[in-house]
């Protein structure tokens, strides 16, 4: 099986170097790869002590952040190493200041795995949520690197639980410890012969959690919204904006609308205010307007989504309507506003709860998003009463960090 798994990985390494030429997402993903050892040479030495945190993309790269800051606090002087497998999450985070390097991870070929830890020489690893990798892990071991699942989750369809799956479940041995979500993840593992697993919860908690005590206010948000009741749209797709559009061009109230899409493609980006026949102005035409004097305000960037959440009194959070599924819901929840979101949410167990709890409301058709939007815009207790249920949940699930880091008995 190391055999079909190692030239699966040249196999693919080949496929997107030729799909780079017609795709520049997997461009940036091959491009970016090609100077990683170089840049760990420059920036750690081999008496540098470090700490490697690997992140599958931007969700779980914000999910670690908690402890990634909080190992830092605690080993001041150890260097930080976080990488990134998808450009998405690491063009984002490329130039944070609390980690030493940001590099894509190479590809998981055994060499690529050596001279990586080499480079990095990491006194503790930790992988968020997921992304096993079977060479990376497999080389830990041979070096008795403490490695750690943190946040992990993990579900029965998954090839670890599969009568195929003795390759895969051989590179859960690498981990020292799992920290996981829920109980059905603990189980599962358990099912294995995995007894080294605790629930920690998830740390995305502790992440929202902490933005309440920073200062998220936008002068520019609060001159478009003008003291007038606002609906926030976030992570919005091309099938979430198709009934969006449609209750924002029919709605006879005095609202204001900020949609804050997905992808911010000029082309999209333009074809989206095209179809929107209320006043719209575009966060890049914003300056010199009275941007009081508009009803709908498109985020054309990113970065700020999390601030504008602070500002709704009503949150539509997209990506219900794909596969996997609903984006972050977690933000908006945390300010205490109430969410609506499409009915692919299954697969995210704070999604599930909050609807369960009635803290949020799934919809899936155009009759139930006008129904749910209507709901929340006429009944102002019940606009209160949800949004106290979604920011008690967060609050109340608060906590995974000092579990792991409790846990975590080191001397470093």
Same mark, same amino acid.
């Given at each position: 099986?190391?055999?079909?798994?190692?030239?699966?990985?040249?196999?693919?390494?080949?496929?997107?170097?030729?799909?780079?030429?017609?795709?520049?997402?997997?461009?940036?993903?091959?491009?970016?790869?090609?100077?990683?050892?170089?840049?760990l040479?420059?920036?750690?030495?081999?008496?540098?002590?470090?700490l490697?945190?690997?992140?599958?993309?931007?969700?779980?790269?914000?999910?670690?952040?908690?402890?990634?800051?909080?190992?830092?606090?605690?080993?001041?002087?150890?260097?930080?190493? =976080?990488?990134?497998?998808?450009?998405?999450?690491?063009?984002?985070?490329?130039?944070?200041?609390?980690?030493?390097?940001?590099?894509?991870?190479?590809?998981?070929?055994?060499?690529?795995?050596?001279?990586?830890? &080499?480079?990095?020489?990491?006194?503790?690893?930790?992988?968020?949520?997921?992304?096993?990798?079977?060479?990376?892990?497999?080389?830990?071991?041979?070096r008795?690197?403490?490695?750690?699942?943190?946040?992990?989750?993990?579900?029965?369809?998954?090839?670890?639980?599969?009568?195929?799956?003795?390759?895969?479940?051989? $590179?859960?041995?690498?981990?020292?410890?799992?920290? =996981?979500?829920?109980?059905?993840?603990?189980?599962?593992?358990?099912?294995?012969?995995?007894?080294?697993?605790?629930i920690?919860? &998830?740390?995305r908690?502790?992440?929202?959690?902490?933005?309440?005590?920073?200062? !998220?206010?936008?002068?520019?948000?609060?001159?478009?919204?003008?003291?007038?009741?606002?609906?926030?749209?976030?992570?919005?797709?091309?099938?979430?904006?198709?009934?969006?559009v !449609?209750?924002?061009?029919n709605?006879?109230?005095?609202?204001?609308?900020?949609? $804050?899409?997905? !992808?911010?493609?000029?082309?999209?980006?333009?074809?989206?205010?095209?179809?929107?026949?209320?006043?719209?102005?575009?966060?890049?035409?914003?300056?010199?307007?009275?941007?009081?004097?508009?009803?709908?305000?498109?985020?054309?960037?990113?970065?700020?989504l999390?601030?504008?959440?602070?500002?709704? &009194?009503?949150?539509?959070?997209?990506?219900?309507?794909?596969?996997?599924?609903?984006?972050?819901?977690?933000?908006? $929840?945390?300010?205490?506003?109430?969410?609506?979101?499409?009915?692919?949410?299954?697969?995210?167990?704070? $999604?599930?709860?909050?609807?369960?709890?009635?803290?949020?409301?799934?919809?899936?058709?155009?009759?139930?998003l006008?129904?749910?939007?209507?709901?929340?815009?006429?009944?102002? &207790?019940?606009?209160?009463?949800?949004?106290?249920?979604?920011?008690?949940?967060?609050?109340?699930?608060?906590?995974?960090?000092? =579990?792991?880091?409790?846990?975590?008995?080191?001397?470093?």
């Amino acid at each position: 099986m190391s055999v079909f798994y190692a030239l699966l990985i040249f196999i693919a390494s080949q496929i997107l170097k030729l799909a780079s030429f017609f795709s520049p997402k997997i461009k940036l993903f091959v491009d970016g790869r090609k100077s990683v050892f170089q840049i760990l040479k420059d920036k750690i030495s081999t008496t540098d002590r470090t700490l490697w945190f690997h992140a599958a993309s931007l969700g779980e790269y914000e999910q670690g952040l908690p402890v990634i800051e909080a190992m830092k606090i605690k080993y001041p002087q150890h260097k930080i190493v =976080v990488t990134f497998f998808s450009p998405s999450g690491f063009e984002v985070r490329k130039n944070n200041t609390i980690a030493t390097s940001t590099v894509y991870l190479p590809l998981d070929s055994k060499s690529n795995a050596k001279q990586f830890l &080499d480079l990095v020489h990491p006194d503790l690893v930790f992988f968020i949520k997921y992304e096993f990798w079977s060479n990376y892990l497999a080389e830990l071991k041979s070096r008795n690197i403490k490695t750690y699942l943190i946040s992990g989750i993990f579900r029965e369809n998954q090839h670890f639980f599969k009568w195929y799956g003795t390759f895969f479940r051989k $590179a859960l041995q690498s981990f020292d410890y799992f920290f =996981v979500q829920n109980e059905t993840s603990k189980g599962l593992l358990h099912k294995l012969g995995f007894s080294n697993a605790k629930i920690s919860g &998830d740390t995305r908690f502790d992440r929202v959690s902490a933005i309440l005590e920073r200062d !998220n206010s936008l002068y520019f948000i609060e001159q478009f919204i003008n003291n007038k009741t606002t609906i926030v749209i976030g992570s919005s797709w091309p099938k979430d904006e198709t009934f969006l559009v !449609n209750f924002i061009n029919n709605s006879s109230e005095d609202i204001k609308f900020i949609i $804050a899409p997905h !992808n911010i493609k000029s082309e999209q980006i333009q074809e989206l205010k095209k179809s929107i026949s209320k006043k719209t102005v575009l966060f890049s035409e914003k300056e010199n307007q009275d941007l009081a004097q508009f009803d709908v305000f498109i985020i054309d960037t990113i970065g700020i989504l999390t601030k504008i959440y602070s500002y709704a &009194d009503i949150a539509y959070v997209g990506g219900g309507f794909g596969n996997p599924g609903v984006h972050n819901i977690l933000e908006p $929840a945390t300010f205490g506003v109430p969410i609506i979101i499409g009915p692919n949410y299954s697969h995210f167990a704070e $999604a599930t709860a909050l609807v369960q709890q009635q803290g949020g409301l799934s919809i899936s058709n155009q009759n139930e998003l006008n129904d749910s939007f209507n709901l929340l815009l006429h009944n102002e &207790d019940e606009r209160l009463e949800k949004g106290h249920i979604c920011a008690t949940f967060v609050q109340m699930n608060k906590g995974a960090t000092d =579990v792991i880091l409790n846990h975590i008995n080191t001397n470093l």
